[in-house]
């Protein structure tokens, strides 16, 4: 009887906290959590979080291998699966995953977030060509131009460019004349030769001399015709071309409006530049002027084509883990390592010199031509 009364008093105690409000997030609770989950009585008795997948998973990654990618700027980290993984993927594959019943649309982009970036960060870092890129910069006369009208001016800029530096073919079209008639037309259709990334931002609106915030452009141009022309002239011709486009001249714009600069052979600063330029001068940051990024005649980038690629048996992958993580982490402000080992790709910037450093510490083992994992974690070859 003696149990039998204590009970009935803490449920009366717990009936007077939910009556009197303090307890109403508890209020869908059990009173007495299932055994063993003791640390968990927030949770609901039927949430998906009490099925520890991640668990599961980071126990399932230890033995896994894997292979790094290499760029000219980034390494490319891809986990192979586990048994339980595969037979995961398979079952989705064979049954399908039910989705959201109802789509939502996109809204307006207002600002630089950190998905773009980082969205930004894996198209540059995974361009496979090993020249060096040109900075381009173009600028506006201090409050004469709107967001709208310099999207419209670098679309132009671009079919210059292909005019200018690509390769033009004489092509034939039939048409029907006004009397009827069939007849044919030709026109000129360019073929780039070059490919750049773009990034869009404003001035600071700031001295005695600002009128407000004006928009300008950073773009990384490849293009190996540049390297045998001079610099000078070439700067003369960009900025020609600029002023043309603006319709806006004159002996300032045309030392002014378009810079050049010739990057060396390590792309690591200058792309980290496009990327986080915006991080110590926050008011350059585009709010309410659409994409703030973008690449042009992506075909020529030789995008996702790494220079070498490595394979790592699931030591040097968990090792690789370890460094990786410290080295993101060092990045951030008061950042802590986190466990990688459960993701799928990772992404990590470094420069030539850091990437052959680690490889060759790991001891990866190089990858030949046309060589791939099978699903069971095994070299083979391709057959020809």
């Known amino acids: 009887m003696k149990k039998v009364k204590q009970f009935s008093t803490a449920t009366q105690e717990r009936h007077n906290v939910l009556s009197s409000g303090k307890g109403e997030k508890h209020a869908q609770f059990s009173a007495l959590p299932p055994k063993g989950m003791a640390k968990r009585a927030n949770e609901l008795p039927l949430s998906n979080k009490l099925i520890s997948v991640r668990d599961h998973r980071k126990m399932a990654s230890k033995d896994t291998e894997g292979k790094v990618e290499i760029y000219p700027s980034m390494m490319v980290r891809k986990r192979d699966r586990s048994a339980e993984e595969q037979d995961y993927y398979d079952m989705v594959a064979r049954y399908g995953k039910k989705g959201r019943a109802g789509g939502s649309v996109r809204g307006s982009i207002d600002h630089f977030s950190n998905?773009?970036?980082?969205?930004?960060?894996?198209k540059l870092g995974s361009i496979g060509r090993e020249d060096p890129p040109f900075m381009v910069t173009l600028t506006y006369r201090a409050g004469t131009v709107s967001f709208e009208q310099a999207k419209k001016d670098l679309k132009k800029w671009?079919?210059?460019?292909?005019r200018e530096f690509g390769i033009a073919h004489e092509i034939s079209e039939p048409f029907i004349r006004k009397d009827g008639l069939p007849s044919v037309k030709k026109r000129k259709k360019y073929e780039a030769t070059w490919a750049g990334s773009w990034r869009f931002e404003v001035t600071t609106g700031r001295g005695t001399r600002a009128k407000g915030t004006t928009p300008h452009f950073h773009i990384l141009v490849w293009c190996s015709d540049w390297y045998d022309k001079d610099m000078i002239d070439l700067d003369h011709t960009l900025s020609k071309m600029w002023c043309e486009v603006t319709g806006d001249g004159g002996e300032d714009r045309m030392r002014y409006g378009c810079r050049i600069d010739k990057s060396g052979g390590d792309q690591t600063k200058i792309k980290n530049y496009m990327l986080g330029h915006h991080g110590k001068k926050t008011d350059q940051e585009a709010t309410?002027?659409?994409?703030?990024w973008g690449i042009l005649n992506e075909e020529l980038l030789l995008?996702?084509?790494?220079?070498?690629?490595?394979h790592m048996n699931a030591a040097q992958r968990r090792k690789y883990d370890r460094i990786t993580a410290k080295l993101i982490a060092g990045r951030v402000s008061n950042g802590q390592a986190r466990d990688l080992s459960d993701l799928s790709e990772t992404h990590v910037v470094l420069s030539p010199y850091q990437i052959h450093r680690i490889m060759k510490y790991?001891?990866?083992r190089e990858s030949l031509p046309g060589e791939v994992l099978?699903?069971?974690n095994s070299i083979q070859m391709l057959s020809a």
């Open 115 to 122: 998905a773009a970036r980082f969205r930004m960060l894996k």
């Open 158 to 162: 671009r079919s210059r460019m292909d």
């Open 288 to 292: 309410g002027a659409g994409r703030h």
């Open 303 to 310: 995008i996702g084509q790494p220079t070498k690629t490595y």
């Open 362 to 364: 790991l001891g990866c």
């Open 374 to 376: 099978n699903s069971k």
